[in-house]
């Protein structure tokens, strides 16, 4: 599964067609955050991902999960998204 990593600047209408694109080829997406702002612009991102794959006929769902990983050796919690054609 595809791993989009989503900060508190990355742009919501570009992450969305991201999104769209990996979820029209491969069904899934991951989406991974650290951050209030980084989510916030992640749950954007799906918004509009969801406005442009609704008109096929798909919706998606997500699904959330805290994940520990690990960057410049210190220990972070992050928020994983997958998103899925239901």
């Given at each position: 599964?595809?791993?989009?990593?989503?900060?508190?600047?990355?742009?919501?209408?570009?992450?969305?067609?991201?999104?769209?694109?990996?979820?029209?080829?491969?069904?899934?997406?991951?989406?991974?955050?650290?951050?209030?702002?980084?989510?916030n612009q992640g749950i954007k991102s799906i918004a509009i991902a969801r406005g442009f794959i609704a008109p096929t006929g798909q919706e998606i769902v997500c699904i959330p999960f805290f994940k520990d990983i690990e960057i410049n050796g210190e220990v972070r919690t992050a928020i994983v998204i997958n998103v899925e054609i239901r």
């Open positions: 599964m595809k791993l989009l990593k989503v900060s508190s600047t990355s742009k919501p209408n570009s992450v969305a067609g991201a999104i769209a694109g990996i979820i029209r080829t491969e069904n899934k997406v991951q989406i991974q955050t650290i951050g209030a702002g980084a989510l």
